[in-house]
């Protein structure tokens, strides 16, 4: 599947999911557990609730961003979330009203190689979302394929 959830074995977690080498093998500021959620994005979660999980390498996501923002920011949708097609469509997915931010764009990217995240429903929102641990360096894992534009 898309994601693939950890589960909080630490032994298992260090080993890499499934016996494989995943990114856990290799991440040094992860000492047995899953790093510590950062307060200030609890409540962006449903009920504060959420998961660890790995986003395999090859996967898309998707994120509502300003026109000229050159950067991804930390949090994120699946590809199966929906890409906006129309402005109405754009403003609905988007707009988050809580925080007064407005996305212009949606960008795609691509998962050059698998990235632990915290996994959940998004709070007064629709849909899941991903949020990239503050340690993990996105220009290492992502690569931008796509743009669309939502708003006028």
């Known amino acids: 599947g898309f994601v693939r959830r950890v589960l909080r ?7 890499g999911v499934d016996g494989r080498n ?3 093998a290799s991440a040094t500021e992860f000492k047995g557990k899953f790093p510590e959620m950062p307060e200030k ?4 979660f449903e009920d504060k609730v959420f998961e660890p999980a790995v986003i395999k390498e090859g996967s898309i996501l998707v994120q509502g961003q300003n026109l000229g923002q050159s ?6 949708g699946s590809r199966e979330s929906g890409v906006p097609r129309t402005v109405s469509e754009g403003e609905e997915l988007w707009f988050i ?7 212009e764009v949606v960008k795609g990217y ?8 915290y996994y959940g429903k998004v709070a007064n929102g629709v849909g899941d979302q991903f ?3 503050e340690f993990q360096y996105l220009s290492d894992s992502l ?7 939502t708003m006028n």
């Open 110 to 117: 691509m998962v050059t190689k698998d990235i632990p995240v």
């Open 131 to 133: 949020l990239v641990p």
């Open 41 to 44: 994005y609890l409540a962006s």
């Open 9 to 15: 074995n630490s032994e298992k977690i260090a080993k």
């Open 22 to 24: 995943t990114i856990w």
């Open 143 to 149: 690569k931008e394929v796509f743009e669309v534009r």
């Open 97 to 103: 009203q809580e925080h007064g931010k407005r996305a």
């Open 71 to 76: 950067r991804p920011g930390k949090f994120f």
